[in-house]
């Protein structure tokens, strides 16, 4: 309820100032998220990394989700064409369905983390089948990054998680959410959330997968360009 009222004023200056609220409800769904994390959020969570602390002009762009056989072979083209590196979250069961992508992403000298092996949620997920499903994710991707599906992960299997991926992991969130998942809103607008809220080690949200594809190829060219006309680099964690 709270989040209700937070977003409504928000959505409201925004309009007033014409600009993108830094809060989004997705529409008929009832849920609120964050384009960009505010500072107390973090404070509650010191322990996950939102963002990198630098003064370089560095971005650290990341996806979700993958691999997906056309959304990350995409992805690393456009990559490629920048010379921008990233950070692949990947869904354990989507590794084994395409090994071959999987292989292509670490060739090209990106980074991948951990993102469960069925894309649990960890809320609605009692802890051992988490932590289970985390490990066996963790056979196929080699990496002690871990980033929770959703954002939802319970104290008790983030304290967890070093044991069932058998290294001293680090659970990776974000500063910005480019809302790309959000069908009730524009390519533009995702763009936009995108240009606007990230700056010198921002960590930032993108997903790779059948959803997102249409928004993907339409945002992330024009980010590249973007950043890289204002003279940042693309770097994975
Ligand atoms: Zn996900």
């Known amino acids: 309820m709270l989040f209700l009222s937070f977003e409504a004023m928000e959505v409201k200056q925004a309009e007033k100032q014409n600009r993108n609220p830094w809060i989004m409800r997705v529409l008929g ?6 384009v960009k994390t505010p500072w107390w959020l973090r404070k509650i969570y010191p322990s996950y990394i939102w963002r990198i602390k630098t003064d370089k ?9 993958g691999p997906h056989p056309q959304a990350t072979p995409f992805i690393l083209d456009e990559l490629k064409k920048y010379h921008a590196k990233a950070t692949f979250f990947c869904v354990g069961k989507n590794v084994v369905t395409y090994p071959d992508i999987y292989k292509r992403i670490l060739q090209e000298g990106h980074r991948v983390g951990n993102h469960t092996y069925d894309h649990l949620n960890g809320w609605q997920t009692q802890n051992e089948i988490y932590l289970q499903n985390v490990a ?16 939802k ?7 967890n998680l070093n044991s069932a991926i058998k290294k001293q992991s680090k659970v990776i969130m974000w500063d910005v959410l480019s809302g790309d998942f959000d069908m009730t809103i524009k390519s533009e607008r995702v763009l936009k959330n995108v240009t606007t809220r990230s700056g010198s080690g ?7 997968n059948e959803k997102t594809f249409a928004t993907i190829q339409y945002v992330l060219p024009k980010v590249l360009d973007h950043f ?7 770097e994975k964690l």
Do not use: W
């Open 29 to 34: 769904m009832g849920k609120t998220y964050f």
């Open 57 to 65: 002009k560095i971005l650290y762009l990341s996806f979700d989700d």
């Open 136 to 151: 066996k994710a963790a056979k196929h991707i080699e990496s002690n990054l871990f980033r929770p599906c959703y954002g």
């Open 153 to 159: 992960i319970t104290s008790y299997q983030a304290k």
């Open 202 to 208: 921002s960590i930032i949200v993108f997903h790779d």
């Open 228 to 234: 890289s006309q204002k003279g940042y680099l693309f």
